[in-house]
């Protein structure tokens, strides 16, 4: 108790309001002490580091956030009314609740501004835990963290963002409660962390990079009190015990929401990851992690280029620097070495774990392996050392920015062109016969070509067109047309429905030509080409 609060209390005692001041000061203290607070004092210290964070956010994905226009994905959700059933089919009930909270998450602002907050608040707590909040070295790992590409193959999706992000920041939430040592705390981190992977699986490897890098910052390069080699294998085998616990209770709670709500629907969890045990031994390659390490960190995806992997061994070198000048003995050291490899490795655990490549929104730990990495070795001593990292770290998030620029326009240009092409459609329909008060089924034949420019390109699911693709859905299709003006028509997988479009395709010319688009009897033809291998296989199911 300082002098302050003990002359209030000797003061004031018979104020009430004093005394609940006192009593509430004490009760953060508690708080403190057990190392679970929320971070109250934290956010007042590093609120710039907060800002700075989130002005970047809007730096690097602020195209979305200012442009009303929605994507083709968002338009094909916003048919859809209440909460859907599928994310529990994908063992993601927490994403079933994220939809049960919010109505319609497809609402321009409101989906980004959550996404956008709850990143800038992942990243500032994550540098926190490093022991970079209020300091340069916690700015600049915050701005890499927020500004790393492979975000916005999440960001892009409003449909969706608003709970992956929110789901991240618990993630790293977790790891605050879980480091506190005391019982409450680990047991609120798992549950926490139980209920964020229930949002998104992949956030699980968030949860580990943020505790690899606390350890890394906390008990071996600087830490508050004497720790030995016992201590640093004691906190990493807990924390391989809590988190083993945590993915058994979500394998459980992802199994118990599936048979209490969707019992009569397909289990579509990634089967790969959670096939009949926890950790599908038999699966594991660990070529395919290391394939993906390779094609990420070493220039293989233009959007984080070559200077990525130029920061990645910048700073890994630096660290080791940094180890081997410890005045500690060398088994200290060594597992200091251990926890920056498996750092490295761990945002790939599951192409390892499942032998075979995962899309890039499934990379969500890369950002904060970045932001680790930078925020560890900024805390060397030698000037050089800070000066060389800085401007590899300001080259990257410069670099990041414009390739997230350039990702999201792309997004926004494949949607006009959508837009602009179902318009085109539904003239087309109309002029071919289109029954107006009566339902009609759509087929699809073939795709449409695509061919891509400097700003309108395909990059995964960004800048993907529903009518490029090889296999066509025309339930999606059908609600595009039905929002943009022509309400009636209606999707079908039928074979029967496809063995006749593909009959009735082979004297129709492919789009732009007059005669692409035939309307017979409740059954609409649009051809875009020559049935594909897959639409051929639909229409010979029996």
Known sequence: MDDRQRQTKTDDQG???????????????????????????????????LAFAFIVCLASYGID?????????????????????????????????????LPNP???????????????????????????????????GAALIVSTPLLAFILHFNTAQYGVMPGMLLAVLSIRFFVS???????????????????????????????????????????????????ILKSLFLFA??????????KVSAMVAWNLWA????????????NDSIIPIEQFRLTAGLNRFRSVLSGGTWYLGRITSGLVVVCSVIILARL?????????????????????????????????????????????????????????????????????????????????????????????????????????????GLPKNEP??????????????????????????IFTTEQIWPNRVSKLLSLTGTPGITGTDSASDFAHAIMLSESMPSWPIPGSVLIDGDLAVIKFGEPTNKQRRLAEEK
């Not at 980004?112 to 916690?138: D, E, N």
């Not at 034949?445 to 993907?464: A, D, H, V, Y």
């Open 241 to 250: 015990g809590w988190f083993g616990i945590v993915l058994a209770l979500h």
């Open 181 to 231: 040592g005391k019982l409450i705390g680990i047991v609120t981190g798992g549950l926490m962390l139980v209920f964020a992977i229930s949002v998104y699986q992949a956030v699980a490897m968030i949860a580990i990079v943020v505790y690899l890098g606390w350890l890394l910052n906390n008990k071996v390069l600087e830490p508050k009190e004497p720790v030995n080699e016992k201590q």
């Open 324 to 432: 081997g000048g410890l005045k500690k003995p060398w088994g200290t050291r060594a597992l200091g070495a251990l926890v920056l490899s498996m750092l490295l490795a761990t945002p790939f655990l599951l192409d390892s774990a499942t032998g075979r490549p995962w899309p890039s929104r499934t990379l969500l730990a890369v950002p904060f392996l970045l932001g680790a990495l930078a925020t560890t070795a900024l805390g060397v001593r030698a000037s050089v050392h800070r000066w060389v990292i800085t401007a590899a770290c300001a080259a990257c998030i410069w670099h990041f920015i414009v390739s997230n620029n350039r990702l999201m326009y792309a997004d926004k240009l494949t949607w006009e062109s959508d837009r602009a092409l179902a318009i085109d459609l539904q003239l087309r329909l109309r002029s071919a």
């Open 65 to 101: 956030l200012f442009n009303t226009g929605f994507s083709t994905d968002e338009v094909v959700w916003s048919s859809t009314h209440g909460a859907t059933l599928d994310w529990i089919g994908q063992g993601r009930w927490g994403m079933y609740l994220f939809n049960v909270l």
């Open 15 to 49: 104020n009430p309001i004093a005394r609940g001041w006192y009593r509430a000061n004490r009760s953060l203290q508690r708080c403190e002490s057990w190392g679970i607070q929320l971070g109250i004092s934290s956010w007042t210290k590093g609120r710039s580091t």
């Open 440 to 465: 009609t089924r759509l087929v699809i034949i073939g795709f449409k070509k695509f061919t891509p420019t400097p700003l309108m390109f395909r990059e995964e699911t960004i800048g993907r067109s």
């Open 263 to 274: 019992p009569n629907g397909e289990y579509k969890v990634i089967l790969n990851v959670y």
């Open 106 to 140: 497809t609402l321009p602002y409101i989906s980004q501004l959550i996404g956008y907050l709850s990143l800038a608040l992942s990243a500032t707590l994550a540098v926190s835990l490093w022991g970079g909040l209020g300091q340069f070295r916690g700015y600049i």
